[in-house]
Protein backbone atom coordinates (compact mmCIF):
# COMPACT_ATOMS: atom_id res chain seq x y z
CA UNK A 1 0.00 0.00 0.00
CA UNK A 2 0.59 3.40 -0.61
CA UNK A 3 -0.15 6.65 1.09
CA UNK A 4 -0.19 10.32 -0.34
CA UNK A 5 -1.17 12.95 1.30
CA UNK A 6 -1.60 16.56 -0.20
CA UNK A 7 -0.73 20.02 1.14
CA UNK A 8 -0.41 24.09 0.21
CA UNK A 9 -3.11 24.49 -2.45
CA UNK A 10 -5.17 27.42 -1.08
CA UNK A 11 -6.83 31.45 -2.96
CA UNK A 12 -4.86 33.24 -4.66
CA UNK A 13 -5.15 35.84 -7.42
CA UNK A 14 -4.37 35.40 -11.22
CA UNK A 15 -1.06 35.54 -12.05
CA UNK A 16 -0.01 34.08 -8.40
CA UNK A 17 1.73 31.11 -7.70
CA UNK A 18 1.65 28.83 -5.09
CA UNK A 19 3.26 25.42 -4.28
CA UNK A 20 1.58 22.08 -3.70
CA UNK A 21 3.24 18.99 -1.81
CA UNK A 22 2.80 15.31 -1.63
CA UNK A 23 4.49 13.32 0.75
CA UNK A 24 4.02 9.60 0.44
CA UNK A 25 4.66 6.83 2.63
CA UNK A 26 4.47 2.71 2.33
CA UNK A 27 5.72 0.80 -0.41
CA UNK A 28 6.89 3.54 -2.83
CA UNK A 29 9.79 2.07 -4.11
CA UNK A 30 7.15 0.15 -6.06
CA UNK A 31 5.49 2.89 -7.98
CA UNK A 32 6.83 3.66 -11.41
CA UNK A 33 5.11 6.58 -11.91
CA UNK A 34 3.66 9.76 -9.82
CA UNK A 35 1.48 12.63 -11.07
CA UNK A 36 -0.88 15.54 -10.37
CA UNK A 37 -3.97 15.51 -11.75
CA UNK A 38 -6.89 18.22 -10.67
CA UNK A 39 -11.02 18.09 -11.10
CA UNK A 40 -12.90 21.45 -11.43
CA UNK A 41 -16.70 21.46 -10.91
CA UNK A 42 -18.60 19.34 -13.05
CA UNK A 43 -15.65 18.27 -15.25
CA UNK A 44 -13.78 14.93 -15.68
CA UNK A 45 -10.58 14.78 -13.69
CA UNK A 46 -7.24 15.46 -15.59
CA UNK A 47 -3.90 14.82 -15.72
CA UNK A 48 -1.68 18.01 -14.98
CA UNK A 49 1.89 16.50 -14.64
CA UNK A 50 3.62 13.03 -14.05
CA UNK A 51 7.00 11.11 -14.41
CA UNK A 52 8.67 8.55 -14.29
CA UNK A 53 10.85 7.62 -11.11
CA UNK A 54 14.53 7.65 -11.39
CA UNK A 55 13.71 9.54 -14.78
CA UNK A 56 14.54 12.81 -15.33
CA UNK A 57 11.35 13.19 -17.98
CA UNK A 58 8.82 15.29 -17.08
CA UNK A 59 5.41 15.43 -18.75
CA UNK A 60 2.80 18.32 -18.71
CA UNK A 61 -0.63 18.67 -19.83
CA UNK A 62 -0.24 21.40 -22.46
CA UNK A 63 -2.58 23.94 -20.62
CA UNK A 64 -0.25 24.09 -18.08
CA UNK A 65 3.19 23.50 -19.59
CA UNK A 66 5.86 26.70 -18.91
CA UNK A 67 3.88 27.23 -15.97
CA UNK A 68 3.82 24.56 -13.66
CA UNK A 69 6.75 22.47 -12.63
CA UNK A 70 6.61 19.04 -11.24
CA UNK A 71 9.83 17.79 -9.42
CA UNK A 72 10.70 15.26 -6.50
CA UNK A 73 12.54 15.17 -3.28
CA UNK A 74 13.69 11.78 -2.72
CA UNK A 75 15.31 12.16 0.37
CA UNK A 76 11.99 13.14 1.99
CA UNK A 77 9.39 11.05 -0.20
CA UNK A 78 7.78 14.20 -1.62
CA UNK A 79 6.45 15.70 -5.33
CA UNK A 80 5.98 19.28 -5.68
CA UNK A 81 3.97 20.44 -8.33
CA UNK A 82 5.34 24.73 -8.03
CA UNK A 83 2.47 26.62 -9.99
CA UNK A 84 3.01 29.79 -11.22
CA UNK A 85 0.98 32.63 -13.30
CA UNK A 86 -2.09 30.80 -12.20
CA UNK A 87 -5.12 31.55 -13.89
CA UNK A 88 -8.85 31.00 -12.68
CA UNK A 89 -8.85 27.96 -14.86
CA UNK A 90 -6.84 26.41 -12.65
CA UNK A 91 -9.23 26.27 -10.08
CA UNK A 92 -9.60 23.14 -9.48
CA UNK A 93 -8.96 20.01 -6.31
CA UNK A 94 -6.01 19.07 -7.01
CA UNK A 95 -4.72 15.50 -6.65
CA UNK A 96 -1.49 13.48 -6.31
CA UNK A 97 -1.21 9.49 -7.41
CA UNK A 98 0.59 6.94 -8.18
CA UNK A 99 0.94 3.73 -9.95
CA UNK A 100 3.53 0.83 -10.69
CA UNK A 101 3.06 -0.31 -14.17
CA UNK A 102 3.77 2.89 -16.36
CA UNK A 103 3.97 4.04 -20.13
CA UNK A 104 4.54 6.66 -21.57
CA UNK A 105 1.21 7.35 -23.76
CA UNK A 106 -0.89 7.00 -20.95
CA UNK A 107 1.03 8.55 -18.15
CA UNK A 108 -1.11 11.56 -17.53
CA UNK A 109 -4.45 9.36 -17.85
CA UNK A 110 -6.31 9.12 -14.35
CA UNK A 111 -7.69 6.28 -14.22
CA UNK A 112 -4.19 4.01 -14.98
CA UNK A 113 -3.49 5.32 -11.30
CA UNK A 114 -3.99 3.39 -8.43
CA UNK A 115 -3.22 5.57 -5.38
CA UNK A 116 -4.68 8.60 -4.46
CA UNK A 117 -4.45 11.21 -1.73
CA UNK A 118 -7.38 12.44 -0.58
CA UNK A 119 -6.65 16.59 -2.72
CA UNK A 120 -6.09 19.77 -1.86
CA UNK A 121 -7.79 22.62 -3.18
CA UNK A 122 -6.61 25.34 -5.33
CA UNK A 123 -8.88 28.62 -5.80
CA UNK A 124 -7.90 31.30 -8.23
CA UNK A 125 -9.36 34.38 -8.52
CA UNK A 126 -9.54 36.77 -11.45
Known amino acids: QVQLVESGGGSVQAGGSLRLSCAAS????????MGWFRQAPGKEREGVAA????????YYADSVKGRFTISQDNALNTVYLQMNSLKPEDTAMYYCAARRACFVGDILTPERYNYWGQGTQVTVSS
Open 51 to 58: FFTGSDSR
Open 26 to 33: GYTYRMNC
